[in-house]
């Protein structure tokens, strides 16, 4: 092994750096989205006014839905359209009122 003074080696040197270094921080799952205008101003209005952070709206706004979805209780009757441009999805969501957009 190479030397790098009279008491460590350069593999010693490079072990101590590592071992001090702080260990990152786990990976968060992120995700973007297509949301109309009207409610990402609405979004951010209640986040201010609540005093929390705009993700923590949407992801309790979703959990709400997902728990509403899973007893049955979501009727999207009458707001499906075709989804002619998006090759993923057979149907479009449209939101009443197109969402002010």
């Known amino acids: 092994?190479?030397?790098?003074?009279?008491?460590?080696?350069?593999t010693e040197d490079i072990e101590r750096t590592?071992?001090?270094r702080p260990t990152p921080?786990?990976?968060?799952?992120k995700a973007t989205y297509d949301l109309p205008k009207a409610i990402i101003e609405d979004v951010n209005e209640i986040a201010a006014a609540e005093e929390v952070a705009r993700s923590d709206v949407v992801a309790w706004a979703l959990w709400e839905?997902?728990?509403?979805?899973?007893a049955g209780k979501?009727?999207?009757?009458?707001?499906?359209?075709?989804?002619?441009?998006n090759p993923r999805a057979t149907?479009?969501?449209?939101?009443?009122?197109?969402?002010?957009?």
Do not use: C, F, Y
């Not at 092994?1 to 350069?10: C, I, K, N, Q």
């Open 1 to 10: 092994m190479a030397r790098r003074d009279a008491l460590t080696t350069v």
């Open 18 to 20: 590592l071992a001090t």
């Open 25 to 29: 921080k786990p990976e968060r799952s």
């Open 65 to 70: 839905l997902v728990q509403r979805h899973k």
């Open 74 to 85: 979501v009727d999207w009757t009458g707001h499906r359209e075709r989804a002619d441009r």
């Open 91 to 101: 149907w479009k969501l449209v939101i009443p009122g197109n969402g002010g957009d």
